[in-house]
Protein backbone atom coordinates (compact mmCIF):
# COMPACT_ATOMS: atom_id res chain seq x y z
CA UNK A 1 0.00 0.00 0.00
CA UNK A 2 1.29 3.62 -1.07
CA UNK A 3 2.34 5.17 2.19
CA UNK A 4 2.02 9.05 0.30
CA UNK A 5 -0.83 9.50 -1.88
CA UNK A 6 -1.19 12.34 -4.21
CA UNK A 7 -4.27 12.31 -5.95
CA UNK A 8 -3.58 14.96 -8.20
CA UNK A 9 -1.44 14.63 -11.42
CA UNK A 10 -1.76 18.60 -12.55
CA UNK A 11 -3.69 21.49 -11.12
CA UNK A 12 -4.43 24.64 -12.81
CA UNK A 13 -4.76 27.77 -11.22
CA UNK A 14 -4.92 31.64 -11.98
CA UNK A 15 -2.26 34.03 -10.64
CA UNK A 16 -3.10 35.64 -6.79
CA UNK A 17 -5.79 32.92 -6.72
CA UNK A 18 -5.15 29.83 -3.53
CA UNK A 19 -4.80 26.36 -4.32
CA UNK A 20 -4.66 23.23 -2.67
CA UNK A 21 -2.59 20.47 -3.06
CA UNK A 22 -4.07 16.91 -1.66
CA UNK A 23 -1.75 14.81 0.23
CA UNK A 24 -2.94 11.89 2.32
CA UNK A 25 -0.52 9.37 3.89
CA UNK A 26 -0.53 5.98 5.91
CA UNK A 27 1.48 5.23 9.23
CA UNK A 28 0.71 3.37 12.38
CA UNK A 29 4.07 5.03 13.69
CA UNK A 30 2.30 7.64 16.49
CA UNK A 31 5.60 10.06 15.79
CA UNK A 32 6.01 11.25 12.06
CA UNK A 33 6.55 14.12 10.25
CA UNK A 34 5.04 15.64 7.09
CA UNK A 35 7.15 17.46 4.31
CA UNK A 36 6.23 19.22 1.05
CA UNK A 37 9.09 20.04 -1.35
CA UNK A 38 8.90 21.86 -4.88
CA UNK A 39 10.97 21.10 -8.07
CA UNK A 40 10.68 23.60 -10.26
CA UNK A 41 11.35 22.88 -14.10
CA UNK A 42 15.11 23.51 -13.37
CA UNK A 43 14.93 20.18 -11.25
CA UNK A 44 16.12 21.16 -7.84
CA UNK A 45 14.33 19.85 -4.68
CA UNK A 46 12.92 23.04 -2.44
CA UNK A 47 11.93 22.43 0.92
CA UNK A 48 8.44 24.22 1.60
CA UNK A 49 7.39 23.32 5.19
CA UNK A 50 7.08 20.73 7.56
CA UNK A 51 4.26 19.38 10.23
CA UNK A 52 5.28 16.80 13.24
CA UNK A 53 2.78 14.89 13.94
CA UNK A 54 2.20 16.05 17.57
CA UNK A 55 2.42 19.67 16.79
CA UNK A 56 -0.82 21.14 17.20
CA UNK A 57 -1.14 23.82 15.08
CA UNK A 58 -1.12 23.86 11.41
CA UNK A 59 2.51 24.76 10.10
CA UNK A 60 2.61 28.26 7.53
CA UNK A 61 5.65 29.52 6.18
CA UNK A 62 5.03 32.77 3.93
CA UNK A 63 2.45 31.98 1.44
CA UNK A 64 2.51 28.09 2.35
CA UNK A 65 0.63 26.73 5.02
CA UNK A 66 -0.02 22.94 5.75
CA UNK A 67 -4.07 21.97 6.40
CA UNK A 68 -3.23 19.38 8.45
CA UNK A 69 -6.02 16.96 9.49
CA UNK A 70 -4.51 13.93 11.52
CA UNK A 71 -7.82 11.86 11.93
CA UNK A 72 -8.55 12.11 8.49
CA UNK A 73 -4.30 11.09 7.88
CA UNK A 74 -4.47 14.75 5.61
CA UNK A 75 -1.58 17.08 4.82
CA UNK A 76 -3.02 19.33 2.33
CA UNK A 77 -0.50 21.89 0.86
CA UNK A 78 -2.53 25.29 0.55
CA UNK A 79 -0.41 27.98 -1.33
CA UNK A 80 -2.18 31.47 -1.20
CA UNK A 81 -1.94 34.21 -3.59
CA UNK A 82 -0.06 32.21 -6.41
CA UNK A 83 2.62 33.51 -8.74
CA UNK A 84 3.80 32.64 -12.03
CA UNK A 85 7.06 31.07 -10.29
CA UNK A 86 4.55 28.59 -8.39
CA UNK A 87 4.55 26.16 -11.37
CA UNK A 88 6.48 23.13 -10.13
CA UNK A 89 6.29 19.71 -8.97
CA UNK A 90 5.14 20.10 -5.58
CA UNK A 91 5.99 16.71 -3.97
CA UNK A 92 4.54 15.20 -0.07
CA UNK A 93 6.97 13.28 2.00
CA UNK A 94 6.51 11.76 5.53
CA UNK A 95 9.28 10.45 7.97
CA UNK A 96 8.34 7.95 10.37
CA UNK A 97 10.02 7.99 13.77
CA UNK A 98 10.40 3.89 13.41
CA UNK A 99 11.95 3.72 10.21
CA UNK A 100 14.35 6.65 10.74
CA UNK A 101 15.14 9.78 8.96
CA UNK A 102 14.67 8.47 5.05
CA UNK A 103 11.58 10.20 4.10
CA UNK A 104 9.16 8.83 2.01
CA UNK A 105 7.87 10.55 -0.92
CA UNK A 106 4.96 10.62 -2.76
CA UNK A 107 4.28 10.77 -6.62
CA UNK A 108 3.93 14.26 -7.13
CA UNK A 109 1.13 17.18 -8.70
CA UNK A 110 2.24 19.55 -11.28
CA UNK A 111 1.16 22.86 -10.39
CA UNK A 112 0.12 25.11 -13.50
CA UNK A 113 0.00 29.23 -12.37
CA UNK A 114 -1.45 31.54 -15.95
CA UNK A 115 -1.91 34.86 -16.00
CA UNK B 1 29.15 26.66 -4.04
CA UNK B 2 26.67 24.69 -3.13
CA UNK B 3 26.51 22.98 0.36
CA UNK B 4 25.81 19.05 -1.48
CA UNK B 5 27.46 18.95 -4.51
CA UNK B 6 26.81 15.53 -6.61
CA UNK B 7 29.18 14.97 -9.75
CA UNK B 8 28.58 14.46 -12.95
CA UNK B 9 25.62 16.68 -13.57
CA UNK B 10 24.77 15.07 -16.73
CA UNK B 11 26.04 11.81 -17.63
CA UNK B 12 25.37 9.89 -20.85
CA UNK B 13 26.74 6.36 -20.77
CA UNK B 14 26.51 2.41 -22.82
CA UNK B 15 24.75 -0.70 -21.14
CA UNK B 16 27.23 -2.51 -19.18
CA UNK B 17 29.69 0.00 -18.70
CA UNK B 18 30.36 0.97 -14.81
CA UNK B 19 29.19 4.41 -13.30
CA UNK B 20 30.03 6.14 -10.46
CA UNK B 21 27.74 9.11 -9.00
CA UNK B 22 29.41 10.92 -6.39
CA UNK B 23 28.45 13.12 -3.54
CA UNK B 24 30.18 15.67 -1.03
CA UNK B 25 28.90 17.84 1.14
CA UNK B 26 29.67 20.90 3.70
CA UNK B 27 26.68 20.69 6.18
CA UNK B 28 28.72 18.96 8.68
CA UNK B 29 25.67 16.05 8.52
CA UNK B 30 25.55 12.71 9.47
CA UNK B 31 23.17 11.08 7.35
CA UNK B 32 23.42 11.00 3.47
CA UNK B 33 20.96 9.26 0.87
CA UNK B 34 20.58 8.57 -2.41
CA UNK B 35 17.43 9.02 -4.28
CA UNK B 36 16.13 8.18 -7.82
CA UNK B 37 13.56 10.05 -9.68
CA UNK B 38 11.31 8.74 -12.15
CA UNK B 39 8.71 10.61 -13.99
CA UNK B 40 5.10 9.96 -12.46
CA UNK B 41 7.04 7.85 -9.80
CA UNK B 42 8.59 10.95 -7.30
CA UNK B 43 11.66 10.05 -5.51
CA UNK B 44 12.51 5.97 -4.43
CA UNK B 45 14.90 5.63 -1.28
CA UNK B 46 18.37 4.02 -3.12
CA UNK B 47 20.66 3.68 -0.21
CA UNK B 48 21.39 5.58 3.25
CA UNK B 49 23.75 5.97 5.41
CA UNK B 50 23.76 7.34 9.38
CA UNK B 51 27.33 7.51 9.62
CA UNK B 52 30.44 6.07 7.79
CA UNK B 53 29.94 2.50 9.29
CA UNK B 54 26.49 2.50 8.46
CA UNK B 55 24.65 1.59 5.09
CA UNK B 56 21.39 0.62 4.56
CA UNK B 57 19.21 -0.58 1.19
CA UNK B 58 16.27 1.31 0.77
CA UNK B 59 13.57 0.18 -1.12
CA UNK B 60 15.14 0.08 -4.88
CA UNK B 61 19.37 -0.95 -4.30
CA UNK B 62 18.86 -3.73 -6.77
CA UNK B 63 21.50 -2.91 -9.23
CA UNK B 64 23.29 -0.29 -7.24
CA UNK B 65 26.33 0.05 -4.48
CA UNK B 66 27.49 2.68 -2.04
CA UNK B 67 30.39 3.86 -0.62
CA UNK B 68 30.63 6.01 2.14
CA UNK B 69 33.93 7.38 2.01
CA UNK B 70 34.05 9.99 4.95
CA UNK B 71 31.59 11.83 6.39
CA UNK B 72 31.38 14.03 4.16
CA UNK B 73 31.37 11.74 0.74
CA UNK B 74 28.79 9.01 -0.68
CA UNK B 75 29.06 7.38 -3.66
CA UNK B 76 26.42 5.52 -5.84
CA UNK B 77 27.46 3.16 -8.17
CA UNK B 78 26.30 1.46 -11.00
CA UNK B 79 28.07 -1.86 -11.69
CA UNK B 80 26.93 -2.92 -15.22
CA UNK B 81 24.46 0.35 -16.15
CA UNK B 82 20.88 -0.88 -17.90
CA UNK B 83 18.21 1.60 -19.82
CA UNK B 84 16.31 1.62 -17.19
CA UNK B 85 18.36 2.93 -14.78
CA UNK B 86 18.05 5.83 -17.01
CA UNK B 87 17.11 8.51 -14.32
CA UNK B 88 17.67 11.87 -11.99
CA UNK B 89 19.18 10.72 -9.08
CA UNK B 90 19.56 13.00 -6.41
CA UNK B 91 21.79 12.96 -3.07
CA UNK B 92 20.26 14.20 0.43
CA UNK B 93 21.92 15.21 3.19
CA UNK B 94 19.88 15.26 7.25
CA UNK B 95 20.99 15.83 10.75
CA UNK B 96 18.15 13.95 12.10
CA UNK B 97 16.11 16.34 13.89
CA UNK B 98 12.46 16.86 12.32
CA UNK B 99 14.06 14.88 9.45
CA UNK B 100 14.46 17.63 6.72
CA UNK B 101 16.45 16.44 3.61
CA UNK B 102 18.65 18.58 1.75
CA UNK B 103 19.49 17.91 -1.75
CA UNK B 104 22.35 18.25 -4.31
CA UNK B 105 21.02 19.62 -7.67
CA UNK B 106 20.71 16.31 -9.28
CA UNK B 107 22.51 13.96 -11.41
CA UNK B 108 20.71 13.15 -14.71
CA UNK B 109 22.18 9.80 -16.42
CA UNK B 110 20.75 8.12 -19.76
CA UNK B 111 21.91 5.18 -20.79
CA UNK B 112 21.79 3.84 -23.61
Known amino acids: AQKITQTQPGMFVQEKEAVTLDCTYD???????LFWYKQPSSGEMIFLIY??????QNATEGRYSLNFQKARKSANLVISASQLGDSAMYFCAMRERQAGTALIFGKGTTLSVSS | DADVTQTPRNRITKTGKRIMLECSQTKGHDRMYWYRQDPGLGLQLIYYSFDVKDINKGEISDGYSVSRQAQAKFSLSLESAIPNQTALYFCATSSGGTGELFFGEGSRLTVL
Open chain 1, 27 to 33: TSDPSYG
Open chain 1, 51 to 56: QGSYDQ
